[in-house]
């Protein structure tokens, strides 16, 4: 007689082991939690599971670090993404640039914004918004209008987000009319 065709996840030991996408999600729902550290943790299982971390996978932990203001980490693991040999993108510095922005240490923006473009790497939309937000938070007006400015110079055309931030730099130092 023919004999019955198993099926269902019995089939095969690797069906049940986790994917990058599932490490990705573990990450994304401990930065949303406030836990870098737990997020870290989950890029070490990761590895020790035999599944490599990539840029997106160092995105998502050091997002996770900006959520949670901890720009001290968020440095650590952008400088062993790099030491790894992995090239940062434009995610990576937006992540970092937020971690920053979140503490008030606006000192450290420019300064993450010119290693980004030491590197060659494109900013976008996102990293001015989140440099002119940085500003905004920390009120300094002026400086925000100067990366709102360099945006446009750069040919990125400023959305919603960008022009809500700089309304809002003028409105709280004052400066209604300036807005």
């Known amino acids: 007689g023919a004999q019955k065709a198993e099926s269902g996840p019995a089939q095969t030991h690797t069906d049940s082991r986790a994917t990058i996408d599932t490490f990705h999600a573990l990450v994304r729902c401990f930065g949303e939690a406030g836990e870098p550290g737990e997020a870290l943790k989950v890029m070490q299982v990761m590895q020790i599971e035999g599944l490599q971390p990539h840029v ?4 998502l932990v050091i997002d996770a670090c900006a959520q949670s203001g901890d720009c001290d980490r968020a440095v650590d693991v952008f400088n ?13 510095f937006n992540s970092v640039i937020h971690a920053f922005a979140v ?12 290693v980004l473009q030491k590197l060659g790497v494109e900013p976008n939309v996102v990293t001015y918004n989140s440099m002119i937000n940085a500003f905004v938070q920390s009120e300094q007006p002026d400086k925000a209008t100067e990366v709102f400015q360099l945006m446009q110079q750069q040919g990125l055309r400023p959305d919603e987000v960008s022009y809500n931030s700089l309304i809002n730099a003028f409105v709280q130092s004052k400066q209604p009319d300036k807005a």
């Open 103 to 114: 503490n008030g240490r606006t000192d450290k923006v420019m300064e993450v914004f010119h």
């Open 56 to 59: 997106g996978t160092y995105n």
């Open 80 to 92: 062993q993404m790099q030491r790894l040999g992995l090239r940062p993108d434009a995610v990576t």
